[in-house]
């Protein structure tokens, strides 16, 4: 069955420094895609990054970068040089396969804090 | 930013009494989903759209109900709120490519 876990329910990290959200997924369809969202305080869901399940190379979206892992079916979120502004909740989501009922399924979120 | 727009965006409703909450895009995107979003839980799904008269349940679906009569509108019935519905409700639209474009989010309390 289609699933995402993200362990990490908070993390603080010093301004200035890289952060990595973890995501763990589990499907048995070997087409699927994976996005991460931020979600501010004012409550809009943020697109971030996308990676596609046969993309060869890790997504990278400005200071976003997806690490894509197959084999151990991670795709964990990687943000170089946290900015204040960066504080937010995050989630990583799955879509799977390309059949006509196409779903997707959000993980629980991680709150990310960025220290001054 | 993607045509998407929820209403209401703030309600308030006695237990037992039937809610309709709006979702209506204009960007004629086939998928349509509606999702909760409740503190620990992250975003759940609740029902979910693929097409017109297209729909099928998501992971939280007891309670609700949902149709879709044209492209560009999704409706999602709470035929008796429960305080347990309380929480923030979200619309999102995609195709089959890379992104799903959410709307602002519908607070819904029961009382």
């Known amino acids: 069955a289609q699933k995402i876990t993200q362990t990490q329910p908070g993390m603080f990290v010093q301004e200035k420094e890289a952060v990595t959200l973890d995501c763990t997924y589990d499907?048995?369809?070997?087409?699927?895609?994976l996005f991460w969202y931020k979600q501010p305080s004012s409550g809009e869901m943020i697109f971030l990054i996308y990676?596609?399940?046969?993309?060869?190379q890790n997504a990278t979206e400005g200071r976003y970068s997806l690490n894509f892992q197959k084999a151990r079916k991670s795709a964990n979120l990687v943000i170089s040089a946290s900015q204040l502004g960066d504080s937010a909740m995050y989630f990583c989501a799955m879509r799977e396969g390309y059949s006509s009922a196409s779903k997707i399924i959000f993980g629980s979120g991680t709150r990310l804090s960025i220290r001054p | 930013d993607a045509g998407i727009t929820q209403s209401p965006r703030h309600k308030v409703t006695e237990t037992g009494t039937p809610v309709t909450l709006r979702c209506h895009q204009t960007?004629?995107?086939?998928?349509m989903y509606w999702y909760r979003q409740d503190p620990g839980h992250g975003l759940r799904l609740i029902h979910y759209?693929?097409?017109?008269?297209?729909?099928d349940k998501g992971e939280v679906s007891d309670g609700y109900s949902v149709s879709r009569s044209k492209t560009e509108d999704f409706l999602l019935t709470l035929e008796s709120a429960t305080s347990s519905q309380t929480s923030v409700y979200f619309c999102?639209?995609?195709?089959?490519?890379?992104?799903?474009?959410f709307g602002q989010g519908t607070r819904l309390t029961v009382v």
């Open positions: 999102a639209i995609s195709e089959r490519g890379p992104e799903a474009f």
């Open positions: 759209s693929y097409g017109v008269k297209d729909t």
């Open positions: 990676q596609g399940s046969y993309d060869q």
């Open positions: 960007e004629n995107h086939r998928y």
């Open positions: 499907t048995s369809d070997p087409s699927y895609g």
